[in-house]
């Protein structure tokens, strides 16, 4: 096993290796090229969990894409017809970007490219940054192959954020917002060439030509970092935050509000369907302060997508059955705060966390995720496996059962010590000596 597969593999969530294997095996069956690159590589590279899956074949990655949904019941969330790309959604949570080996050339700044098909290793030649231009060979005959024409890896080691073109930020400016959100998320540097590249890009006003879809994309990325509070107070120094609206900086807005559920999300599993569901709370404590007019006008400039725009609007009104169910005076039990709980939207909780004024919902969602989550967590696989494998309505049943007497199980209260013995002590007599 090459060593790169073998980190590979020590890197991913049993989610995640499923996907892979999913991926690995369409690719297979359709007969092309599969390589994993782009931040998946920089992840297990430079020592990080991986957060997403990227993969690039030299092929029709668009009808791989759709062929990969219907096998694995993953959701296809958007697609870019000119760049031959897909984002998927499986029903772990995780996602993954299917895109098409190719080369952009640009006609103008921020203007559409033109793609064309390319080779894997033209591919990495073209990206934003050498930490992304690394690639995995997925092949059955080069498995493990490490591919590095832009020297990324030196970078990774050395955390340093180097542009791999002299005119990247001319052609697209969004990676202006992208290398601010790297250096703030990797604690990497900025090269000083890229530096001095980033700020004749910026005397140029390139900014101003980012597209409305890249800075959807982009604020999507921030609200669902782990420290989106940090990223967006560097875009507002750096003077970029005012591109997604003007008055995200002023006295609208709510930057103590993004640091309250930065910290709330910390409470909930990092796992991949509770870190997508953070965009929607962080795109409505984002605005909370903006009126309705401004939230629209965010919406249009940043061209975001129906569902994105009904996961952050449409979120208070979901959330109301959760903190209704939370508030009852039926649930008198732990294992009963645990069900519901355990089956909530991601979403809906963090946002309760962040929102509710009511006592008893706050008390529950804290005791469910401080107490009651770790108590299940220590259940040990024996426990487990001795009410059978996992699947049928009977294991389900059991599962419950286990919990709840669990969770439910009083601990005894310690007796009383007996009060000690206490024996009483003669008074010892003096004995006088006579002379």
Same mark, same amino acid.
């Given at each position: 096993?090459?060593?790169?597969?073998?980190?590979?593999?020590?890197?991913?969530?049993?989610?995640?290796?499923?996907?892979?294997?999913?991926?690995?095996? !369409?690719?297979?069956?359709?007969?092309?090229?599969?390589?994993?690159?782009?931040?998946?590589?920089?992840?297990?590279?430079?020592?990080?969990?991986?957060?997403?899956?990227?993969?690039?074949?030299?092929?029709?990655?668009?009808?791989?894409?759709?062929?990969?949904?219907?096998?694995?019941?993953?959701?296809?969330?958007?697609?870019?017809?000119?760049?031959?790309?897909?984002?998927?959604?499986?029903?772990?949570?995780?996602?993954?970007?299917?895109?098409?080996?190719?080369?952009?050339?640009?006609?103008?700044?921020?203007?559409?490219?033109?793609?064309?098909?390319?080779?894997?290793?033209?591919?990495?030649?073209?990206?934003?940054?050498?930490?992304?231009?690394?690639?995995?060979?997925?092949?059955?005959?080069?498995?493990?192959?490490?591919?590095?024409?832009?020297?990324?890896?030196?970078?990774?080691?050395?955390? @340093?954020?180097?542009?791999?073109?002299?005119?990247?930020?001319?052609?697209?400016?969004? =990676?202006?917002?992208?290398?601010?959100? $790297?250096?703030?998320?990797?604690?990497?540097?900025?090269?000083?060439?890229?530096?001095?590249?980033?700020?004749?890009?910026?005397?140029?006003?390139?900014?101003?030509?980012?597209?409305?879809?890249?800075?959807?994309?982009?604020?999507?990325?921030?609200?669902?970092?782990?420290?989106?509070?940090?990223?967006?107070?560097?875009?507002?120094? @750096?003077?970029?935050?005012?591109?997604?609206?003007?008055?995200?900086?002023?006295?609208?807005?709510?930057?103590?509000?993004?640091?309250?559920?930065?910290?709330?999300?910390?409470?909930?599993?990092?796992?991949?369907?509770?870190?997508?569901?953070?965009?929607? #709370?962080?795109?409505?404590?984002?605005?909370?302060?903006? #009126?309705?007019?401004?939230?629209?006008?965010?919406?249009?400039?940043?061209?975001?997508?129906?569902?994105?725009?009904?996961?952050?609007?449409?979120?208070?009104?979901?959330? =109301?059955?959760?903190?209704? !169910?939370?508030?009852?005076?039926?649930?008198?039990? #732990?294992?009963?705060?645990?069900?519901?709980?355990?089956?909530?939207?991601?979403?809906?909780?963090?946002?309760?966390?962040? =929102?509710?004024?009511?006592?008893?919902?706050?008390?529950?969602?804290?005791?469910? $995720?401080?107490?009651?989550?770790?108590?299940?967590?220590?259940?040990? #696989?024996?426990?487990?496996?001795?009410?059978?494998?996992?699947?049928?309505?009977?294991?389900?049943?059991?599962?419950?059962?286990?919990?709840?007497?669990?969770?439910?199980? =009083?601990?005894?209260?310690?007796?009383?010590?007996?009060?000690?013995?206490?024996?009483?002590? @003669?008074?010892?007599?003096?004995?006088?000596?006579?002379?």
């Amino acid at each position: 096993m090459s060593d790169y597969i073998y980190m590979l593999e020590s890197h991913l969530s049993p989610d995640q290796a499923q996907v892979v294997a999913d991926v690995q095996a !369409a690719a297979a069956q359709a007969g092309v090229n599969l390589f994993l690159t782009g931040g998946a590589m920089r992840d297990m590279l430079g020592g990080f969990r991986i957060r997403d899956l990227d993969f690039v074949v030299e092929g029709p990655a668009l009808k791989m894409a759709k062929t990969i949904a219907e096998a694995a019941g993953a959701k296809i969330h958007s697609t870019d017809e000119n760049r031959k790309s897909a984002e998927l959604c499986f029903p772990s949570g995780v996602t993954a970007q299917i895109a098409m080996s190719r080369q952009e050339k640009y006609a103008r700044t921020g203007g559409k490219p033109q793609v064309s098909p390319a080779t894997i290793q033209d591919d990495l030649r073209c990206r934003d940054f050498t930490c992304n231009a690394v690639a995995l060979s997925l092949n059955k005959t080069s498995r493990g192959l490490l591919l590095d024409p832009m020297n990324g890896l030196a970078d990774i080691e050395r955390k @340093e954020l180097r542009a791999i073109s002299g005119y990247g930020f001319y052609d697209d400016p969004s =990676r202006l917002l992208r290398l601010v959100r $790297f250096q703030i998320r990797l604690r990497f540097t900025v090269e000083e060439r890229t530096r001095m590249q980033v700020a004749n890009a910026r005397e140029a006003e390139v900014q101003k030509s980012i597209p409305g879809r890249a800075l959807g994309e982009e604020l999507k990325r921030i609200g669902v970092e782990d420290n989106p509070a940090e990223v967006l107070k560097a875009l507002e120094d @750096e003077g970029l935050l005012a591109l997604f609206s003007p008055l995200l900086v002023g006295p609208k807005s709510n930057l103590v509000g993004i640091a309250k559920i930065e910290k709330l999300s910390r409470l909930l599993p990092d796992d991949a369907r509770s870190r997508t569901g953070r965009w929607g #709370p962080f795109a409505w404590v984002l605005t909370e302060k903006l #009126p309705a007019k401004e939230k629209q006008a965010l919406i249009k400039t940043c061209e975001l997508q129906k569902a994105d725009v009904d996961a952050w609007q449409k979120l208070e009104v979901r959330a =109301r059955k959760l903190e209704t !169910a939370l508030r009852s005076a039926r649930i008198r039990k #732990p294992s009963q705060v645990y069900q519901i709980v355990n089956a909530a939207a991601p979403d809906e909780v963090l946002f309760l966390l962040y =929102r509710s004024t009511l006592k008893p919902v706050q008390e529950r969602l804290r005791n469910h $995720f401080q107490k009651y989550l770790p108590a299940v967590m220590e259940i040990t #696989p024996e426990e487990w496996s001795v009410i059978g494998k996992p699947g049928s309505p009977k294991y389900n049943k059991l599962r419950d059962e286990l919990i709840a007497d669990r969770l439910d199980r =009083r601990t005894p209260k310690p007796k009383p010590e007996a009060p000690p013995v206490v024996v009483p002590v @003669e008074p010892q007599q003096t004995v006088r000596r006579v002379r």
